[in-house]
């Protein structure tokens, strides 16, 4: 079992940049890939970025590359997500998630998932 439990999410403007940290419990974190998504008012959850077990590799969506960062620290279980140059459709809630497959866009493939953070980009 991993509990996640997101954090750093607020109020920021257009331009502006934010991080958003993800506590994860257990002794076992590293054996899991861990993504970030987000879901809008009244749209689907989206994939915005992943990175695998080991930190080596990483996805990002189009919608984000090169503004958004993802990293993991595994001696303190977290996961990390800078974000700059933030824009009013980057508003969402943000949702840290572990999967103990491969790390993946899809988030069908992800076993835990936590409560979310709402981020907010004013114009």
């Known amino acids: 079992q991993v509990q996640l439990v997101e954090s750093g999410g607020g109020l920021v403007q257009a331009g502006g940049s934010l991080r958003l940290s993800c506590a994860a419990s257990?002794?076992?974190?590293?054996?899991?890939?861990m993504g970030w998504f987000r879901q809008a008012a009244g749209k689907e959850r989206e994939f915005v970025t992943a990175i695998s077990r080991g930190g080596g590799s990483t996805a990002y969506a189009d919608s984000v590359k090169g503004r958004f960062t993802i990293s993991r620290d595994n001696a303190k279980n977290m996961v990390y997500l800078q974000m700059n140059s933030l824009k009013p459709e980057d508003t969402a809630v943000y949702y840290c998630?572990?999967?103990?497959?491969?790390?993946?866009?899809?988030?069908?493939?992800?076993?835990?998932w936590g409560q979310g953070t709402q981020v907010t980009v004013s114009s």
């Open positions: 998630a572990a999967t103990s497959n491969y790390y993946s866009a899809d988030d069908n493939s992800y076993d835990y």
């Open positions: 257990g002794r076992t974190f590293r054996s899991y890939a």
